[in-house]
């Protein structure tokens, strides 16, 4: 599968306001950006209920964010993109992957054209991914744990200090019940112990404690399996989820390109870790500490190989940031 075909898809959350109507209802801005965006060629609808069957993701959805709240101007909306099929075939600079990248650019034109994105560290990026037509494996998902949990640091260094650790939306995995008080050799064995299939590995990456801010919000009394507030979510691939695997890290974007970055970034991170990961912890193989953005970009590059692609659009640039010290750190 690390070589194989790939499905995925981006939600988009954004601070959005109308430049024509001073105080607008979320229905009536939603209905402006459903309008604007069928103007620039991009299928939509208004996403009335919770409903997330794979039907709904034929076309882009506009949510509204409830986690946001509103201000007189502004609403949190949540743009859901469908389901996009990757082929690598290696072809063009955007690594084989030009419609969906030419989409994103004509979503984000439109909106800056006709309405106000502002910047909020409420906001969130979530990308989606999946193995077509198997789903991955038990070793596969353990594979990509590991390197998640390995390389937890270095990706830290690619976003704000919000992003890094917010117990409500982005948490380490390492707080997961199954995980607590290991160091990360224990952490790597327990996962390979837990590869000989999907529902163990959820678990050990997913638990979370009935004392928890979302235990006690849902008033549970034992430890449950809830993906929404850790980094990696994978419950998505428990019978009857989606199928898909949720980075959930990164901060909004308000730009296509960063957008776009992260979507490569996500998938090059699957495959190389999905082609390295069962080592990791073994053999000698990947023996840093995993805070190395160098080391990160060489698990890229495998992933970037595996796919197919010519190259890392956009990637470099979120790398180039933390470079600098943009989020804080300086390597």
């Known amino acids: 599968m690390a070589d194989g075909t790939f499905q995925f898809g981006i939600e988009i959350e954004l601070f959005l306001g109308s430049r024509k109507q001073k105080t607008p209802t979320f229905q009536s801005l939603a209905e402006e950006v459903s309008r604007k965006l069928r103007k620039a060629g991009i299928s939509n609808h208004i996403q009335q209920s919770n409903d997330k069957s794979t ?37 063009g600079s955007n690594g084989g992957v030009s419609h969906w990248a030419a989409e994103l650019a004509k979503l984000f034109s439109a909106l800056h054209k006709h309405f106000l994105v502002s910047p909020s560290p409420k906001c969130a990026t979530h990308i989606h991914v999946s193995g077509l037509p198997v789903p991955l494996s038990g070793g596969e998902l353990a594979g990509l744990a590991k390197m998640a949990l390995y390389f937890e640091r270095a990706v830290d260094l690619l976003v704000p200090a919000d992003r890094r650790g917010a117990k ?59 993906g929404k507030v850790y980094k990696w979510n994978f419950t998505g691939m428990l019978p009857g989820g989606s199928g898909t695997v949720e980075f959930r890290q990164p901060a909004g974007c308000v ?15 699957v495959v190389g870790a999905m082609n390295q990961g069962p080592g990791l912890g073994r053999e000698g193989v990947w023996a840093g500490a995993g805070e190395s953005l160098d080391e990160l970009w060489e698990l890229l590059d495998i992933g970037r190989r595996g796919l197919g692609w010519a190259r890392l659009e956009g990637v470099d640039q979120l790398f180039e940031r933390a470079a600098v010290g943009e989020y804080g750190y300086a390597q």
């Open 55 to 91: 039907g709904k993701y034929r076309k882009w959805s506009i949510v509204q964010e409830v986690s946001i709240a509103p201000s007189l101007t502004h609403y949190g909306i949540e743009l859901v993109s469908p389901i996009y099929t990757l082929h690598p075939d290696g072809s």
């Open 168 to 226: 409500h939306w982005c948490q380490s995995s390492r707080a997961s019940p199954t995980l607590l008080g290991l160091s990360l050799s224990e952490c790597l064995a327990a996962l390979d112990g837990a590869a000989v299939a999907v529902a163990p590995v959820v678990e050990a990456m997913n638990l979370v404690s009935p004392a928890s801010p979302a235990g006690r919000s849902f008033r549970r009394t034992a430890d449950f399996v809830h």
């Open 255 to 269: 730009a296509a390109g960063d957008a776009a970055a992260w979507v490569r970034f996500t998938l090059a991170f």
